[in-house]
């Protein structure tokens, strides 16, 4: 499991696009995992998902919340993965997030063997 911070040579409105990418082996129906937590305030892009594996499926939300006892606010709500070749676009239910949020990676439902799920995350700094 990573999360690493890049900067992608694309960018939005004049701001640099950045990324960060979060690897899951072997998801769990019950993961709740801080992915990683952002200083200053963030607008996601895109979310790309790309689940490996022998039929993988994993159904899983992405939040943000500023305290990790509370249950956040859903920046992917609950939705099923399964593309193993070229990724699934997420449909965004909140991309603003707040400075000082932690972005959380909480999973209801996985099948499949050997998974391994990739999530790219390509954000502009607010």
Do not use: C, W
């Given at each position: ?82 593309n193993a070749t070229t990724g699934t676009t997420a449909t965004l ?34």
């Open positions: 499991m990573s999360a690493t911070p890049n900067i992608n040579a694309k960018k939005i409105s004049g701001l640099p696009l950045l990324s960060r990418t979060f690897v899951r082996q072997n998801p769990t129906a019950s993961d709740t995992i801080v992915m990683f937590r952002v200083d200053e305030a963030i607008t996601i892009q895109e979310i790309i998902v790309v689940s490996q594996g022998t039929t993988p499926s994993t159904t899983f939300a992405l939040k943000h919340t500023t305290d990790i006892s509370s249950s956040g606010t859903d920046i992917v709500s609950s939705a099923t993965f399964t239910s909140d991309a603003t997030i707040p400075a000082d949020s932690f972005i959380m990676f909480v999973t209801s439902a996985v099948s499949g063997s050997d998974v391994f799920l990739n999530i790219d995350i390509r954000y502009t700094i607010d």
